[in-house]
């Protein structure tokens, strides 16, 4: 059997909070969602981050809802009625570039080299002299608008240059946003349907008219001045609690982006709002901001804190970031205040399993049985294991047992394929 498991956040029935999406990968060393190894001699986070946590969220803000969807020109999800532009839309190397001797036909990809190498100012001047060159009527799929350029770049990242995202700096209303759309390669209907998930399930086109130049061509150089100015204006014309409402019902829709924002913003004004941390850390696991997800949760992490879910997510960041000391002691502390729960039982053995304690993982495993019965993950796991130890008869049970338990459950299909291409 080909070395498998799963090494995913546990589905845990958290207050205020969607479940998190497993995910599977075919190497131990090699976890879901990864992020850059914790830097060198970071032994002890608690102890080391004493200072007041700054978010590079505080102060965003992002448009509420409505005021996206009148951003935009058409709404995307009457799929029979559709006015659909032309079924396939053309390249950015066929955009319009009469008058543009700078014009670049790989815009796109240029512009994305540049954001890769941390050049985001270059990226979204690229990015803009390519839209500027598009025809004005051609269709771009609508990813968001935001005042605030770090909740852009949350969207941005999020959609990604597989799906040709881009970012731009354009007028909005009586000022300017940051815009975030994508270019489709393909069919557009065919595009929307990839991205709806993506897009919490609503997905808007607009004309490439909407983001062209307003005769500014400094309007990205000078956008971050601006945009702090207005977040800092709505950051102080709204409560708190109203806004931690709003974003516990975007996380309920798992529009994460959004929350993240406006659970930035509540703890920019009230630092101590415990719950709005506690959900603001789980968030950024779900988005996989390990490192930032660390440091919000840092100030919850009090040996008189009997919460468990503040110790199981800095467990799930730390583990994320093969800091596996730290993810030893967080996910112990949960399982002292909470040890009927399997799934941080699950949560246990994984650590163990990246220390290469096979055995004892399987130990801890038999444990979560007690407590979660006939979960998928447990068997998954064990059989992993016990590949590891080279018990092939109890690998190829605990394989046969997670295939039954899941034969009718689609989120599973991707592990399964990858389990049976194995046995």
């Known amino acids: 059997m080909k070395n498998f498991r799963v090494i995913a956040f546990a589905l845990l029935a958290v207050p205020f909070s969607a479940t998190l999406a497993q995910a599977a990968n075919l190497e131990m060393d090699r976890m879901s969602g990864g992020s850059e190894p914790a830097v060198a001699g970071d032994t002890s986070l608690v102890a080391a981050v004493t200072a007041p946590v700054v978010m590079k969220l505080a102060m965003a803000e992002a448009a509420p809802a409505d005021e996206a969807a009148a951003a935009a020109d058409q709404p995307a999800d009457s799929?029979?009625?559709?006015?659909?532009?032309?079924?396939?839309?053309?390249?950015?190397?066929?955009?319009?570039?009469?008058?543009?001797?700078?014009?670049?036909p790989n815009w796109l990809a240029t512009g994305w080299s540049y954001f890769d190498q941390k050049n985001v100012d270059e990226a979204v001047r690229v990015w803009k002299s390519g839209i500027d060159a598009l025809p004005g009527q051609q269709e771009l799929i609508f990813g968001g608008v935001y005042v605030n350029q770090s909740a852009a770049l949350r969207q941005l990242k999020h959609l990604g240059q597989k799906n040709s995202a881009l970012m731009v700096y354009a007028p909005y209303r009586k000022d300017h946003a940051w815009y975030v759309v994508a270019f489709p390669d393909e069919r557009i209907s065919?595009?929307?349907?990839?991205?709806?998930?993506?897009?919490?399930?609503?997905?808007?086109?607009?004309?490439?008219?909407?983001?062209?130049?307003?005769?500014?061509?400094?309007?990205?150089?000078?956008?971050?001045?601006?945009?702090?100015?207005?977040?800092k204006a709505r950051t102080e014309n709204i409560s708190p609690s109203r806004l931690f409402m709003q974003a516990e019902s975007a996380v309920?829709?798992?529009?994460?982006?959004?929350?993240?924002?406006?659970?930035?913003?509540?703890?920019?004004?009230?630092?101590?709002?415990?719950?709005?941390?506690?959900?603001?850390?789980?968030?950024?696991?779900?988005?996989?901001?390990y490192k930032e997800a660390s440091l919000v949760l840092v100030p919850l992490l009090k040996e008189s804190n009997r919460d468990w879910h503040a110790w199981y997510w800095a467990a799930t960041a730390a583990l994320q970031l093969k800091n596996l000391d730290q993810a030893n002691i967080f996910i112990s502390k949960a399982v002292s205040?909470?040890?009927?729960?399997?799934?941080?039982?699950?949560?246990?053995?994984?650590?163990?399993?990246?220390?290469?304690?096979?055995?004892?993982?399987?130990?801890?495993?038999?444990?979560a049985k007690d407590y979660a019965g006939e979960l998928p993950r447990i068997y998954l796991n064990v059989g992993y294991c016990a590949d590891k130890l080279g018990n092939k008869e109890l690998a190829n049970q605990s394989y046969t047992r997670f295939l039954i338990l899941t034969a009718n459950d689609p989120q599973y299909n991707d592990v399964r394929e990858k389990v049976l291409s194995g046995m």
């Not at 997905?203 to 061509?217: E, I, L, M, W």
């Not at 004004?269 to 988005?287: E, T």
């Not at 399997?342 to 130990?363: C, D, H, P, S």
């Open 337 to 367: 205040i909470q040890g009927d729960n399997g799934l941080l039982w699950i949560e246990k053995a994984v650590v163990e399993e990246e220390r290469n304690n096979y055995q004892q993982a399987i130990n801890i495993l038999n444990v």
């Open 79 to 104: 799929a029979e009625g559709e006015s659909a532009p032309a079924e396939v839309a053309p390249s950015p190397a066929a955009a319009t570039t009469e008058g543009n001797a700078a014009y670049d």
């Open 252 to 289: 309920e829709g798992k529009q994460f982006i959004e929350a993240a924002d406006m659970l930035a913003r509540v703890l920019a004004v009230s630092p101590d709002h415990d719950k709005a941390r506690l959900l603001y850390g789980q968030v950024l696991v779900q988005m996989g901001e």
């Open 190 to 231: 065919v595009m929307k349907q990839r991205l709806r998930p993506l897009l919490g399930g609503k997905v808007y086109t607009s004309k490439a008219a909407r983001f062209q130049s307003d005769g500014n061509p400094n309007a990205a150089v000078a956008a971050p001045k601006m945009v702090a100015r207005a977040s």
